[in-house]
């Protein structure tokens, strides 16, 4: 496989994680990129395995140095990608698995845009968004996993109607009403883009 940044999308309740974690169980070549975050691990979560965890000091350096590909501020706290692992990854010729929102794929898309045609991340630049059939049907999917309130769920739908009215900055678009052929659509386009087939 040529190396791939492959950027996936999605509103909240859409199937992205599920899509992406059987991608990266298909695919030994695909690695995911872990985020940098200032808040404090849950539960489970171990330090460079699920986020890189830093101090707000430490991430506010980074920032300043221009070291992140894309980084926000969420619920107090902050997010980012850093620019080296990525382009580690790719140099050793893995495809970079990257589950970001909007916003974090259009920082990413023009960091990208501004770099030489011929650098590895922009030559292998793939950016997909993921769509529920409906919004209605998004709904009813955020119900039906029961871990949201109602004030939660409804926050969660106006983010994503702002979301999917920017799903056109988006190359590819997958519809996730039915599992498996989604996954199907998401493998095509990914194998298509990195030229394992036409």
Partial sequence: ??????????????????????????????????????????????????????????????????????????????????????????????????????????QVRAAVGKLPATNRMRAGFTDIFIKPPSLDELHARLEGRGEDDEATIERRMKNATGEMARAGEFRYHVVNDDFEVAYRELRGIIETASGLHD
């Fill in 1 to 106: 496989m040529k190396p791939l940044l492959i950027i996936v999308s999605a509103p909240s309740g859409a199937g992205k994680t599920s899509l992406c974690d059987r991608l990266l169980q298909d695919y030994p070549e695909i690695v995911y990129s872990i985020s940098c975050t200032t808040r404090l691990p849950r539960g489970e979560e171990v330090d460079g395995e699920d986020y890189h965890f830093l101090t707000a000091a430490n991430f506010e350096k980074h920032a300043k140095k221009g070291n992140f590909l894309e980084h926000a501020q969420v619920h107090g706290f902050y997010y980012g990608t850093l620019r080296a692992p990525v382009d580690e990854a790719l140099a050793e010729g893995h495809c970079v698995l990257m589950d970001i929102d909007v916003e974090g794929a259009a």
